[in-house]
C-alpha cells in the first residue's frame, strides 16, 4: 500500500504508458493513475450561480407581464416569444435548485473520511449527481436524486477497489465481509479495505434511514442482495484476470452484465423513488427482467467499447471486445461493430419492453430507460466518467454557465 501511494505521489517515468495517457503505477495491482474529477470541490467553493441585479429585475418584470398580460394576448407570435423568455426563468430558477443540491452531493462527499483514504480510486461526487440528475431530472424528485447519487459516487471506488487496487489474497476476506453487511466486521479488515466498507454499509444505512421506517430495511435489502452478486462477480473477475482467461462472449456477459452495476443502480432507483414501490415490484426486479437486462448490455458493451484498448493495455479482464475477438477469430473493428449492433438491439428489446409492461407504473419503468439514455450521453466515443473532462461541458451547461436573458 506505501509503494502504491509514494509511485502514485512520484512523477516516475518508469512507469508504463498507456491508452488515453494513464500511467500503470503497480502491474501486480493493475493500478493506473485516474485523474482526478476536473470539478473537484468547486461547487463547494462557488455554490450560487453568478448573477447581477439586473438578472433580478428581470425576473421581477417577467413575472409581472406573465400575471397582467397573458390573458390578452392574441398574436401567437408575441405568445412564442413571452413563453420563450418564460422557459428561460424557469429554467434559471430550477438550475439555482440543481445547483444547491449539487453543492450538497460535493459537501457530503468530501465531509466523509472514508472515501479520502481511497487514493486509488475514482472520486465523482458531480458526475455521479450529473448522472442521478438524467433519471431523475424532474423537480419534485429532489430527494430520489440525491440518494441516487450518493448510491452511484460509493459503487464507484468498489469497482476500484477490485480492479485498480486489490489483489487476490486480500480481495477473498474482503469479499466475505461485503457480503455479510455487518459493521462489526469491518474491523477485522485492513487499511483501504475497511475504509471502503466503512463507507458503503453507511451509505446504505443512510439510504435506508431516509426512506419510511416500515418499508427502509425491506427495500433496500432488495438493493443488498443485488450487490452481493456484483461482490461474487467481481471475484470471478478477479480469477480470470489473475489467470489471464478470456472466455466465451456469453460466458462474460453471465458475470460482466451483474458487475457493471447498472442493476444495482436501477434497484436503487426504484427503491429511492418511494411512489408505489410495493414488494411485489421490488421481486420482480430482483429477477433481473429483460428491460433491466437491456439497459446493463448497453452499459456493459458500450464501456467495453470505449474503453477496449485501456483495460487492454493495463491488463485487466478481458473486454467483451477481446472474448468476440478470440471466439470468433475477427478484428477489433468487427468485433466493435457486432456488438454495436448488439447495443441497438438492446434498445429495440428495451423500448418494446417499455410499451408492454403495463403492470409496472410508467413512471418507475421510464426510470430503466433514463439510464440506458446517460449511458448513450457518457461512453459515446470514451469512458466520459473516468475520464471526467469529456462530462465537464454537459455539467457546466446544466449546473454551471447562467442561460443568457
Not at 453487511?181 to 443512510?206: H, P, Q
Not at 493495463?314 to 470468433?328: D, F, P, Q, S
Request: glycine fraction near 2%; hydrophobic fraction near 40%; charge should be negative.
Amino acid at each position: 500500500m506505501a509503494a502504491l501511494r509514494e509511485a502514485e505521489s512520484s512523477n516516475d517515468t518508469g512507469c508504463r504508458v498507456i491508452a488515453q495517457g494513464y500511467k500503470v503505477l503497480d502491474e501486480k495491482r493493475h493500478a493506473v493513475d485516474y485523474r482526478p474529477s476536473v470539478w473537484g470541490d468547486y461547487f463547494i467553493k462557488s455554490p450560487t450561480l453568478p448573477h447581477t441585479y439586473e438578472v433580478y429585475m428581470y425576473i421581477n418584470q417577467i413575472s409581472k407581464i406573465w400575471t397582467t398580460c397573458i390573458p390578452m394576448i392574441n398574436d401567437k407570435e408575441d405568445c412564442d416569444e413571452l413563453v420563450l423568455e418564460l422557459a428561460k426563468l424557469d429554467f434559471y430558477l430550477l438550475q439555482r435548485i440543481h445547483r444547491e443540491e449539487v453543492k450538497e452531493i460535493c459537501e457530503w462527499y468530501h465531509g466523509l473520511e472514508s472515501p479520502q483514504k481511497l487514493f486509488y480510486a475514482r472520486h465523482r461526487p458531480t458526475e455521479a449527481y450529473f448522472w442521478a440528475l438524467g433519471v431523475y431530472y424532474e423537480q419534485k424528485y429532489a430527494n430520489a436524486r440525491k440518494l441516487l447519487a450518493k448510491f452511484i459516487a460509493t459503487i464507484t471506488p468498489y469497482d476500484d477497489t477490485f480492479d485498480n487496487y486489490g489483489i487476490w489474497e486480500e480481495l477473498q476476506p474482503f469479499a466475505d465481509v461485503m457480503q455479510r453487511w455487518d459493521m462489526r466486521e469491518v474491523e477485522k479488515l485492513n487499511g483501504c479495505y475497511s475504509d471502503f466498507a466503512r463507507f458503503m454499509f453507511g451509505t446504505m444505512i443512510e439510504i435506508e434511514n431516509a426512506l419510511p421506517k416500515d418499508i427502509g430495511r425491506r427495500n433496500v435489502n432488495f438493493i443488498r442482495d443485488i450487490i452481493n452478486e456484483v461482490c461474487k462477480g467481481y471475484v470471478t473477475e478477479i480469477c480470470w484476470r489473475d489467470s489471464e482467461y478470456i472466455p466465451s462472449l456469453e460466458e462474460h456477459l453471465k458475470v460482466t452484465l451483474i458487475t457493471c452495476f447498472y442493476w444495482a443502480i436501477n434497484c436503487t432507483a426504484f427503491v429511492v423513488f418511494e411512489e408505489n414501490v410495493t414488494e411485489e415490484l421490488l421481486k420482480w426486479m430482483s429477477k433481473f427482467p429483460q428491460i433491466v437486462k437491456d439497459s446493463c448490455i448497453i452499459s456493459r458493451l458500450m464501456d467495453d467499447i470505449v474503453a477496449h484498448e485501456f483495460e487492454t493495455e493495463r491488463n485487466n479482464v478481458a473486454t467483451a471486445v477481446t472474448c468476440y475477438m478470440k471466439e470468433c477469430e475477427a478484428t477489433k473493428e468487427e468485433a466493435s461493430k457486432v456488438l454495436w449492433d448488439s447495443v441497438e438491439n438492446a434498445w429495440k428489446s428495451m423500448n418494446h419492453e417499455y410499451l408492454t409492461w403495463t403492470s409496472i407504473p410508467p413512471t418507475l419503468l421510464i426510470r430503466v430507460i433514463n439510464l440506458a439514455r446517460m449511458m448513450e450521453t457518457m461512453y459515446k466515443d470514451i469512458d466520459g466518467y473516468t475520464d471526467s473532462k469529456i462530462l465537464k461541458e454537459w455539467i457546466s451547461i446544466l449546473l454551471d454557465k447562467p442561460i443568457p436573458f
